[in-house]
């Protein structure tokens, strides 16, 4: 087995685009669930909100690519302060129907036939992403070190995605700390001692949920940039639990929760990827017992099997604090 093609790989991927943006869509969950107390599995709208608001103004409408950006994190934070509205007063489990049953409904509008001309339709919109490699400062070539070599596009979208985290993991951990991030926490602990002291619990949830989006909607900006495309089946429900799997495994309330988590879960993804295909091809698993179109599915179980012991060991996730796991419920 080529051992030093699979670590490769399994490193690249690790430190790659998709482990920055569900580091992104995580730290956004941890914010309105780990540290509020909001279970919302709407997380992949705030994606596409981010996403589509960039793709649309550039590809539909010729705008320019940073008001694009502009116009998706707007986005993002309109569709929060329609979802919280509503749905804020709601108990945690009612919350998460009606959060999941919204991201639903943004992608069924995304992928309807009545807004193709601007939307894209189920092909999505592509053409937008020009810009941001236009003014990538490398030249063509490989960038890195080790196994963590990368080509030109992806370096600079690496470059620019992990500056994205590293700034949300400051943003949390400096808000965390103040007053604001307190009550948050409060919150998350007893609500009613939090309403009974005179704040105004409704409006701290919605600024969680309106930060948490937005940071959500950063995970979809860089997700369509690494694809250079959207299409709204990229933004369904499997988008969102995983972003919670990646929260889960590497522990709420937590500033490097989520990019730890992020990096493990979607390095050994890869890695298991790699290694049952190098098995298959060197005869270590016979045809009988999977092949190579069955290997997409086994790496998900053998990952969710983990994740599933993980729970049943240390619930808290692996750098997470048992005391936080709890979420009030009523």
Known sequence: MDWGGIFRNGGQAAFGPEACFFALAAIGLNVQFGYT???????AAFA????????VAVATYGLSFWLG??????????????LGFPTLRLRTDYLAIVTIAASEIVRLILRS????????????????TGRFYEISPLSSGQYGFWIFKY???????????????????????????????????????????????????????????????VFGAMGGIVFALSKQSVNPDDYATKFTFTALAV???????????????????VGA??????????????????????????VGALR???VGVAIMLLMIFRPQGIIGDRREVAIRDR
């Open 37 to 43: 107390g909001l279970l919302n599995f709407g997380q």
């Open 48 to 55: 596409a909100a981010g996403a589509y608001g960039l793709a």
């Open 151 to 213: 080509d030109e596009h992806r370096a600079w979208l690496i470059i620019v995605g992990w500056t994205l985290v590293a700034l949300c993991c400051l943003a949390t951990w400096f808000l965390m700390r103040s007053p604001w991030g307190r009550i948050l926490k409060a919150i998350r602990e007893d609500e009613d001692a939090v309403r009974s002291l005179g704040k105004n619990t409704y409006w701290y949830k919605m600024q969680s949920l309106v930060l948490g989006g």
């Open 69 to 82: 950006l502009f116009i998706g994190l707007v986005a993002a934070i309109v569709l929060a302060v329609l």
């Open 247 to 265: 929260l889960i495994l590497g522990g709420t309330a937590r500033v490097l929760g989520p990019v730890i988590g992020a990096i493990l879960f």
């Open 300 to 302: 998900f179980i053998i």
């Open 113 to 128: 036939v009545r807004f193709t001309s601007t939307l894209g339709g189920t092909d999505g919109l592509q053409n937008f």
């Open 269 to 294: 993804l890869q890695f298991i990827d790699v290694v049952c295909r190098e098995a298959i091809r060197v005869g270590y698993l016979p045809d009988w017992l999977i092949d190579s179109n069955k």
